[in-house]
């Protein structure tokens, strides 16, 4: 079975500043895919990014960018630039071809004014 | 539709009653996902359908717990003899997911919240 574990319940980073929200997984797949995705207040999960593992190149959407470590088996997310709006819970998620998602524990993120 | 819908957000019941809680998926979306979130928790996979495979019920924690997916649209969630313990919310989740294009992106509803008195 694959597992997703975040080992960081909580995380807290001033304003304008960078965080690193750490995510491993255990698989013995070679194709497969990762995701995280943002759970704010209002509960709505949105994705961030997606990461397939055989795109060597790490996946960047604007202020945010992975940090994928096939071999390790680690995929972190950057968040660069942090906002307020950052403020939300972070889940990883695992996914084969074609089956279900697994999903991390979650990270809860606090952006400080 | 344009995102996923889930209906009631919000319910209130008691103890020992059923509910039923809907998901209509993103128009097209063959894959359908159940999830149960409990309070300041992650995502307890519940079950799993793919287009028209049988679906995959490995989560579902108990047999009050049932769900179906009518004309690979519209599923339906179903708790009988609800019990506190099933206080959660839970969220739906589509995706265009196959086994031949690979993870598509999930998109989540609002989700269901349960409150069982």
């Known amino acids: 079975a694959q597992t997703v574990t975040q080992s960081q319940p909580e995380m807290s980073v001033q304003e304008a500043e960078t965080v690193t929200l750490s995510c491993t997984y255990d698989?013995?797949?070679?194709?497969?895919?990762l995701f995280w995705y943002k759970q704010p207040p209002s509960r709505q999960m949105i994705l961030v990014i997606r990461?397939?593992?055989?795109?060597?190149q790490n996946a960047t959407e604007n202020r945010f960018s992975v940090n994928f470590q096939k071999a390790a088996k680690s995929f972190s997310l950057k968040i660069s630039d942090s906002q307020l709006g950052d403020t939300a819970m972070y889940f990883c998620?695992?996914?084969?071809?074609?089956?279900?998602?697994?999903f991390g524990t979650g990270t809860s993120l606090t952006v400080i004014p | 539709g344009a995102g996923v819908s889930q209906s009631p957000s919000n319910k209130v019941t008691e103890k020992g009653k059923d509910v039923e809680l809907r998901c209509d998926p993103i128009?097209?979306?063959?894959?359908l996902y159940w999830y149960r979130q409990s309070l300041g928790q992650g995502l307890e996979f519940l079950i799993y359908?793919?287009?028209?495979?049988?679906?995959?019920k490995s989560g579902l924690p108990s047999d009050r717990f049932s769900a179906e997916r009518t004309g690979g649209s519209v599923s339906t969630l179903t708790i009988q003899r609800t019990q506190q313990e099933d206080s959660a919310v839970y969220l739906c989740?589509?995706?265009?997911?196959?086994?031949?294009?690979?993870?598509?992106?999930?998109?989540f509803g609002a989700g269901s919240r349960l409150t069982v008195l």
């Open positions: 989740a589509s995706s265009s997911q196959s086994r031949v294009s690979g993870a598509n992106v999930l998109t």
């Open positions: 698989t013995s797949e070679s194709n497969y895919y």
């Open positions: 990461q397939e593992a055989y795109k060597q």
């Open positions: 998620a695992f996914a084969r071809t074609g089956n279900q998602f697994y």
């Open positions: 128009s097209g979306h063959t894959a």
């Open positions: 359908f793919q287009g028209n495979s049988a679906p995959d």
